[in-house]
């Protein structure tokens, strides 16, 4: 899977927390990397790097140390659960996004970092930093149009990553 088609199915994630439920997942992504582009004009990684900026993590596997607030995990009922608490818990080694249900919770950011460093790409380090560490939600209310933009960040994924993801 792409990082665009994984963008496209977060349209199908609900996050109730979101002020702004009306808006489609992939939005919320574009609005914050539009509003960098805009401030940044020339450093289209750091267009892509808050294109893939998020915050859900996965469930159903054991909890990575990385995840922030990690020890508030210990009181959840699935770390006690040996089923769940393994490596790869309820899934199977390199099963693809959109063959397989794959649960997320936030925050996504630590797990993009993990893929994007276990894929190689070319983003530069401040890239990773900044997808581990930064919250770039953009407050802006502005719609974005995404068949409009589409051609840029396709342009950019296929710059700094690979055309299919390890997951």
């Not at 574009?30 to 808050?50: F, G, V």
């Not at 909890?63 to 199977?92: A, C, M, W």
């Not at 460093?117 to 890239?127: D, S």
């Amino acid at each position: 899977m792409s990082i665009w088609e994984y963008c496209e199915l977060l349209n199908e994630y609900v996050d109730e927390s979101d002020p702004d439920l009306d808006d489609p997942q992939i939005e919320h992504l574009l609005r914050s990397a539009e509003a960098i582009r805009k401030d940044y004009p020339h450093q289209d990684w750091l267009h892509l790097t808050a294109l893939i900026y998020g915050d859900t993590f996965s469930l159903g596997c054991v909890f990575d140390e990385s995840i922030v607030h990690h020890h508030f995990f210990k009181e959840n009922p699935d770390n006690q659960n040996p089923d769940l608490n393994t490596k790869l818990g309820v899934y199977r080694e390199n099963c693809e996004l959109g063959k397989v249900s794959i649960y997320v919770m936030g925050p996504y950011d630590e797990y993009m970092y993990l893929v994007a460093k276990g894929n190689n790409t070319t983003l530069p380090p401040a890239a990773f930093f900044i997808i581990s560490k930064y919250d770039l939600y953009s407050k802006s209310k502005v719609r974005i149009n995404v068949d409009e933009v589409k051609p840029y960040y396709l342009s950019l994924i296929h710059k700094y990553r690979p055309e299919k993801l390890k997951w």
